[in-house]
């Protein structure tokens, strides 16, 4: 089977990659790229595990072939921190929150929340806890519940409002 030379944006970044045509663009993410932040939860676009911004809107990338990207602007989970990686990053608000609020636990699930949550606070930067629930409604978490991943959410949101 022959190679897709692919090119789009990827966390800001101009970038280029091969991938066959039946692949996913969540295994092309984390084969191809070494993105490993998103995390196939369901191979079934149920639990939100493998979400990430294509041109701002959620998606699932287990669900998105890899060629699919061509041309498009992708923001992973890593993509949400800033600095040089190596000591210098610093945690965008969600992140930052969700560490103080205790909104994880095992992890895989939350890179999915926090692209999810990301996208919302960039289309609603004050939304109420209804607004929030309906945001995040594709994401499962298995251990911790969702309490605490709504605060740190809210609390995120009233820092990236204060920041402004």
């Given amino acids: 089977m022959s190679r897709t030379h692919i090119t789009c944006t990827v966390n ?10 039946g692949t996913s663009l969540l295994d092309a993410l984390r084969d191809e790229l070494g993105l490993t932040g998103a995390k196939e939860g369901c191979g079934t676009g149920d639990c939100g595990a493998c979400s990430v911004l294509m041109d701002g809107k959620v998606t699932c990338a287990c669900l998105v072939f890899a060629p699919e990207a061509q041309g498009r602007d992708l923001l992973t989970v890593e993509g949400l921190s800033s600095g040089d990686g190596v000591g210098g990053d610093h945690l965008h608000p969600l992140q930052q929150t969700f560490l103080e609020g205790a909104a994880l636990q095992c992890g895989v699930c939350t890179p999915g929340f926090l692209v999810a949550a990301k996208a919302l606070l960039d289309h609603n930067p004050d939304p109420t806890e209804s607004e929030i629930r309906y945001a995040l409604a594709g994401n499962l978490c298995r251990c911790t519940g ?3 991943i709504i605060r740190s959410v809210q609390e995120a949101a009233v820092q990236l409002r204060s920041a402004t």
Avoid at 12 to 21: I, R, Y
């Fill in 12 to 21: 800001g970044e101009d970038t280029d990659f091969l991938a066959n045509p």
């Fill in 146 to 148: 969702y309490d605490k």
